[in-house]
C-alpha cells in the first residue's frame, strides 16, 4: 500500500509542476511603440514572477520524482 501512496502523490506533483510551469509560458500583453514607465515595470514585474515560477516548477516536479523514486527503494 506504501509504494501506491508515494507513486500517487509523485504523480500529482509532477503534474502540478508541470501546470504551473505552463502558466508561466503566457505571453505579456503586447504594448504601444512607446511603453511609459509604469508599462515598463509592469513587465519587469512579470518577468521576475515568471521566473520565480519557474523555479518553483522546477522544485514541485523534483519533489514529485524524489516520491516516485522512493517506491522503488
Known amino acids: 500500500?506504501?509504494?501506491l501512496v508515494f507513486t500517487g502523490l509523485g504523480i500529482?506533483?509532477?503534474?502540478?509542476g508541470a501546470a504551473l510551469f505552463a502558466?508561466?509560458?503566457?505571453?505579456?500583453?503586447?504594448?504601444?511603440?512607446?511603453?511609459?514607465?509604469?508599462q515598463?515595470?509592469?513587465?519587469?514585474?512579470?518577468?521576475?514572477?515568471?521566473k520565480k515560477m519557474r523555479i518553483a516548477a522546477g522544485v514541485t516536479a523534483g519533489f514529485g520524482a524524489v516520491l516516485i523514486l522512493l517506491t522503488f527503494i
Open 12 to 16: 500529482g506533483f509532477l503534474l502540478m
Open 1 to 3: 500500500m506504501r509504494p
Open 23 to 38: 502558466l508561466t509560458l503566457r505571453k505579456p500583453k503586447p504594448t504601444s511603440a512607446n511603453p511609459n514607465k509604469s
Open 40 to 50: 515598463l515595470r509592469e513587465q519587469a514585474l512579470l518577468a521576475e514572477e515568471n
